[in-house]
């Protein structure tokens, strides 16, 4: 038996760890080989691929990023062009040549919905949640999370040292594209005296009600805002428009706009702080790595029991198995009561 692995969409801590995972668990219980595709769909499309074995896995559990590389490359975007096969058809021919037996593709709610196609065309496949953002619906939690919502922490405690020393409205603007719950663990784990999260589209005049609050206490205030979060007059978040093969725009910039507005409004000196990609780099979390351990050896498993069409999940602290078509189908976002909880401390 021959598995094909590949990572897809934004990386995120705990990546290698489902590598290592896959293939130590694979050798070991069911003597498979392995065949690694480079950058996301990009290389089963092109036929792209890497060794994959124990040896190859030795020492990468605390290595942030991915062995494989990634990408967001849609196979489903791709025209019919090229010999009249579509992307789908592309992978599955490179698969069969290869001689590849199963997939398993770990990614988000694109990666896997690409997953899903393929195993809706015949193809074996079985997919590992992943991203930062946290808002695939099927799985309780996402490995990377827990990293980014440490490392969003740690910034913030360090922001309010130096905001109360210079009496200024700090802005943190973090990772969350349409779920806020980076901003919105991380913002509570902080201290915040301000989370905004895209599912709670923000009144400019609340929020420098708030700080101005903040101001008469402490002489200095911290507002954590997801990448994704917008006024309620615009349904729309800041970005500069640019759009990936998935159609999604290229966000950033809420911070910026929110410390200029802050600034005038209430006359305090506010600064932005962009968090970016530094959420996404460098070591998992104990959290994280033992969570993507599981995911890994549970991916096998359920290429062993023949599971295909089906993501691994974390439901309390059991890993289950649930319908590609499920997983990707419902963004979880932050509930209004989880907001409302937040929300008593602010100000
Ligand atoms: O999907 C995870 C994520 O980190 C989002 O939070 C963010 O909007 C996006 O990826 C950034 O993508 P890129 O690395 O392509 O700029």
């Known amino acids: 038996m021959r598995v094909g692995v590949l990572t897809g969409g934004g990386d995120c801590p705990g990546l290698n760890a489902v590598i290592r995972a896959v293939v130590r668990t694979g050798a070991a219980e069911a003597g498979y080989e392995f065949i690694g595709f480079r950058d996301g769909w990009r290389g089963p499309l092109e036929g792209d691929t890497i060794p994959l074995d124990v040896q190859a896995v030795r020492g990468i559990l605390p290595r942030g990023g991915t062995i494989l590389g990634s990408s967001r490359t849609n196979p489903l975007a791709e025209s019919a062009a090229e010999g009249g096969r579509s992307g789908i058809e592309r992978i599955k021919d490179n698969l069969a040549s290869l001689g590849v037996d199963a ?34 619906s099927a799985t309780d939690y996402t490995f990377g999370f827990d990293t980014a919502v440490n490392i969003a922490m740690e910034a913030i405690d360090r922001l309010h040292t130096t905001a109360e020393s210079h009496h200024r409205a ?122 993507a351990t599981r995911f890994g050896v549970h991916a096998i498993r359920a290429v062993e029991a023949g599971k295909f069409g089906t993501m691994v999940a974390l439901r309390g602290t059991d890993i289950i198995s649930v319908p590609l078509g499920e997983a990707t189908s419902v963004l979880k976002v932050v509930p209004p009561e989880r907001y409302a909880e937040a929300e008593i401390f602010f100000g």
């Open 103 to 136: 997939l398993i593709a770990i990614g988000g709610e694109d990666t896997l919905g690409v997953a899903n196609h393929l195993h809706e065309a015949g193809t074996h496949v079985v997919g590992v949640p992943k991203t930062i953002d946290n808002d695939l």
């Open 170 to 291: 700090l802005i943190v603007e973090v990772m969350g594209r349409s779920a806020g719950w980076i901003a919105l663990h991380a913002g509570v784990a902080g201290g915040a005296n301000v989370i905004l999260i895209p599912e709670q589209p923000f009144d400019i005049e609340q929020v420098c009600a708030w700080v101005e609050h903040r101001f008469q206490t402490k002489y200095a205030a911290i507002v954590v805002a997801s990448e994704g979060a917008h006024p309620k007059a615009s349904d729309e978040s800041t970005s500069d428009q640019r759009l990936d093969a998935f159609g999604h725009v290229r966000l950033g910039g809420v911070g910026q706009m929110l410390a200029d507005e802050i600034e005038r409004r209430t006359g305090k000196e506010a600064r932005a702080a962009v968090l970016g990609h530094i959420q996404r780099g460098g070591t998992p979390t104990a959290f994280d790595r033992v969570l």
